[in-house]
């Protein structure tokens, strides 16, 4: 068990708006940096170097906008959070230069940021998870979301239903270039560590629901891409 906790988290409340609760945020939002990053990074740097293959993957199909994502996240944290760009990659605020791997841009982004990447494309009438880094699941497994549509990933989800999955895709297809989204979610432990993956076929307890005294906070910031 990896014990990794930060001194506050910023909503410690259930949120109340609505599902999906999607609300628009600034452009320097986007992304945390927070009194845990050296040691989310160090956690994120062993996952991506033992369990590769179970924390990162991105399809042909998504490549294009992993390096778009890449570049744009790097460039994003050298504006706004005082990352610095160096001739052999990022040097990082935890003081760990990172070379930048054009040929690998989602294990790239997971060594240089404390959040996890998704890259949903539009297939279709939907959204389709064509790439991600993904260090720290919330109860969920990469290899059986990867290349599903927005409601094949939120099928063990109870709540959603036909309904909920269409307003998700309209707000999907509504987000604009230049203008992110946001959403967060509370969710209680047992295990503090943070990555915990877990089937669909294993549920998590619900005394692990409702007891668990590590609260989880899972912050999603949502951006479209240029092309």
């Known amino acids: 068990m990896t ?11 259930e949120p109340h708006a609505s599902l999906p609760g999607i609300g628009p945020i600034k452009v320097e939002d986007w992304l ?11 956690r994120r740097r ?5 369990d590769a293959e179970k924390v990162c993957k991105t399809d042909p199909s998504g490549f294009d906008a992993a390096q778009e994502l890449m570049w744009h996240a790097i460039d994003w944290a050298e504006e706004h959070k005082g990352f610095k760009r160096t001739t052999a990659g990022v040097l990082c ?9 054009d040929r690998d841009p989602m294990a790239t982004l997971g060594q240089i940021f404390q959040n996890d990447f ?16 993904l260090c720290f699941p919330a109860s969920w497994m990469l290899s059986e979301k990867f290349m599903r549509p927005l409601i094949g990933i939120h099928d063990t989800v109870d709540v959603y239903d036909d309904m909920l999955a269409r307003r998700v895709q309209r707000l999907f297809d509504g987000i604009r270039v230049g203008h992110p989204m946001w959403r967060y979610n509370i969710l209680r432990y047992v295990d503090p560590e943070l990555f915990q993956p ?6 998590r307890p619900d005394v692990d629901r ?9 912050y999603l910031g949502y951006r479209r891409a240029q092309f």
């Not at 014990?3 to 409340?13: A, F, K, S």
């Not at 062993?46 to 033992?50: G, I, K, N």
């Not at 877990?198 to 549920?203: A, E, L, V």
Request: one cysteine or more.
């Open 3 to 13: 014990e990794i906790l930060q001194n506050h988290i910023p909503y410690p409340h």
């Open 32 to 42: 945390w940096i927070d009194d845990a990053y050296a040691a989310q990074m160090k």
């Open 46 to 50: 062993e996952l991506l170097a033992s």
């Open 93 to 101: 605020p935890d003081g760990v230069e990172i070379a930048i791997n």
């Open 118 to 133: 998704c890259i949903l494309e539009k297939h279709g009438n939907e959204h389709v998870m064509t790439g991600a880094v």
């Open 198 to 203: 877990r089937s669909i076929h294993d549920r």
């Open 210 to 218: 409702s007891q668990g005294h590590f609260l989880r906070q899972n």
